[in-house]
Structure formats: structure tokens, C-alpha cells
């Protein structure tokens, strides 16, 4: 499973556009990039998924360059509960894996107003 | 999404007891994962459990001292032995199949042994 680095801490304003970038130089072909948003005292919770380009859901974007060895997550316009860490991860899906998972340091995120 | 279960959701320990989570699906899932989260630290795989097979543990981490059960496919149970401070955590069980894309955690146990 390919390790991931992303900044410890970020901070920002709401209505801000918010992008966290992670390296993963060693991404293998059939891994994808996935980030999860943990609130305190919760468990993680899934936002995005990737595997090339970009990719848009209804709270985030992800942007993907072509070598892959990078991903950008980029909320749009936080808000006070976007506080969170936020966690890169990357690795082949769960139909073709062990399904585990292998957490980074995380993102730590915090919105002020 | 599954709707998952995982109690207590919080308990102040003595050193030296044992405690076991538990951690109950709404569905039938194929694997079993349980996390650790340290004071101020990220998750850490403790091991897989999948039914009708021993779970399988990561470094760091052994049967004696984490045993886990898993009699069927909704629910499966974590204890932690002979506790000590230094296993004040939250403990996270994450149900998976598959065909899913994403996982799923539970809401965590909150440990603290003093």
C-alpha cells in the first residue's frame, strides 16, 4: 500500500475555498485515491474516490494529475463544520485487496469565522 | 450504507480488566476490521476478522492481548486484556464487502484505563 504525505495542519476562513494536496509517489496502477473526513469523537467518513483526472461529488473535488503522484482534495466555500482531519489514502479497491486500510497523519483543518 | 453498532460507546477502566466491544451490522458483511486511534493519532489496523476463521492480527499487535470473535456475519467482538493507560484509545470496528468502494466505521469506543 503506497504511503501518502499531507500537511499536518491547514487553516482557513468560511466561504473559502479549501485544497489539500497529497503525495503518493509510489501509487501502484491499480491503486485509488481516497480520502476520508473524521469529526472528534466519530469515525471516519468517506468523501471522494479516485482513480485519474478529477472526480466531483456534491461536497468535494479531486483532482488527479496525470502521473498520479499527487491528489488535490478542494472543498468549496467551508463552513465552521468543516473542521475535521482529513485523511489521503491510497490502495487498490476492496474487490481486489484485503480490504485493509492504512491511515496517514492526516489533515487538520480548521475553519475559522 | 451499513448502519452499524458499537458498544459501549465509552468506559473508564481499571488496569489489569479486560473489556470487550462490540460491533453489530445492520447486513451481512464479509470482512471485519478493527482500528485503533491513539490520543491525537491517526487509525492503526489491530487486525481482520473474517467468519469462520481466526483473525488475522498486524504487528504490533497479538491474540493474548487483543482477542476477537466473530460467530457470524453482522457481529463480531474486540477485548481488550489486561488493560493497562497505555491502551487508553478508541477502538473503531469498519465492516466491509467487497463489491463496496468505500469503507465504514463504527462510532468508536472511547477507553480510558486508569
Known amino acids: 500500500l503506497a504511503k501518502t504525505t499531507q500537511p499536518i495542519s491547514m487553516d482557513s476562513y468560511e466561504g473559502q475555498e479549501v485544497n489539500i494536496t497529497c503525495s503518493h509517489n509510489n501509487i501502484a496502477t491499480n491503486d485509488y485515491i481516497t480520502w476520508y473526513q473524521q469529526f472528534p469523537s466519530q469515525g471516519p467518513r468517506f468523501i471522494i474516490q479516485?482513480?485519474?483526472t478529477k472526480v466531483t461529488n456534491e461536497v468535494a473535488s479531486l483532482f488527479i494529475p496525470a502521473d498520479r503522484k499527487s491528489s488535490t482534495l478542494s472543498l468549496p466555500r467551508v463552513s465552521l463544520s468543516d473542521t475535521a482531519v482529513y485523511y489521503c489514502?491510497?490502495?487498490?479497491?476492496?474487490?481486489?485487496?484485503?480490504?485493509?486500510?492504512?491511515f496517514g497523519q492526516g489533515t487538520t483543518l480548521q475553519v475559522k469565522p | 450504507s451499513a448502519v452499524i453498532s458499537q458498544k459501549p460507546s465509552r468506559d473508564i477502566c481499571q488496569r489489569g480488566t479486560s473489556l470487550t466491544i462490540q460491533c453489530q451490522v445492520d447486513s451481512q458483511v464479509t470482512m471485519m476490521f478493527w482500528y485503533r486511534q491513539q490520543p491525537g493519532q491517526s487509525l492503526t489496523l489491530i487486525a481482520t476478522a473474517n467468519q469462520g476463521s481466526e483473525a488475522t492480527y498486524e504487528s504490533g499487535f497479538v491474540i493474548d492481548k487483543f482477542p476477537i470473535s466473530r460467530p457470524n456475519l453482522t457481529f463480531s467482538t474486540l477485548t481488550v486484556s489486561n488493560m493497562s493507560p497505555e491502551d487508553s484509545s478508541i477502538y473503531l470496528c469498519?465492516?466491509?464487502?467487497?463489491?463496496?468502494?468505500?469503507?465504514?466505521f463504527g462510532q468508536g469506543t472511547r477507553l480510558t484505563v486508569v
Open positions: 479516485g482513480y485519474k
Open positions: 489514502l491510497v490502495g487498490p479497491p476492496p474487490s481486489s485487496n484485503t480490504g485493509k486500510l492504512i
Open positions: 469498519s465492516p466491509l464487502n467487497r463489491e463496496n468502494t468505500e469503507a465504514f
